[in-house]
């Protein structure tokens, strides 16, 4: 009698755990499905935020784009601007220093050419130095020769004298006799 039990008592279990089971199971779809509306709820407003944040996003992005681009296309006016300002001031800096350039060098054409004809004078005037001076020398040698002409031919003459016999001087004369008386 007790083994029935064996196989009864088991089955009852099942049959109860069954019932359990497909009163769970229904509560656990009703659950899942609830459960997955819920996700898909929360998905889809995640979404629709996720979607409302990128396109203000996307605006403000937009915004900061344009205000880059503004502040860009400032700076870069302000630095052609600067960059004009020093263009000009090189270039009138330039035009300044050509001009005195210009100027010095026609003030140096002038001094070299005042250099250069006081070159010639000096040259001219060490000429006309030399050329006296060779002259004087020429003088003083004309006048040494015409002093040894005249030595020379005072001596030939004292000696043409002195041989000559009129050059001879004559014995003293004799002194004249005492007078008596």
Not at 4 to 16: N, Q
Not at 56 to 75: G, H, L, N, V, Y
Not at 91 to 96: A, F, G, H
Request: net charge positive; glycine share 2%.
């Amino acid at each position: 009698m007790k083994k029935w039990l064996y196989l009864i008592l088991p089955a009852v279990m099942t049959v109860v755990f069954g019932v359990f089971y497909v009163n769970h199971e229904k509560d656990v779809l009703s659950r899942e499905s609830t459960r997955s509306k819920q996700i898909a709820d929360k998905k889809a407003a995640d979404k629709s935020s996720k979607d409302s944040a990128e396109a203000k996003a996307k605006e403000s992005a937009k915004i900061t784009q344009m205000e880059r681009e503004a502040a860009d296309i400032k700076r870069d006016a302000a630095k052609k601007a600067q960059q004009d300002a020093v263009d000009k001031e090189i270039k009138d800096s330039t035009n300044i220093s050509l001009a005195e350039a210009d100027a010095s060098s026609k003030k140096a054409k002038a001094l070299e050419a005042e250099l250069e004809r006081l070159q010639k004078e000096r040259d001219r005037a060490g000429r006309e130095s030399f050329d006296l001076a060779k002259q004087v020398e020429l003088a003083m040698v004309a006048k040494r020769n015409a002093e040894m002409e005249e030595q020379r031919l005072t001596e030939m003459i004292a000696r043409r004298a002195s041989d000559a016999a009129m050059a001879k001087i004559p014995p003293p004369p004799l002194p004249p006799a005492p007078t008596k008386g």
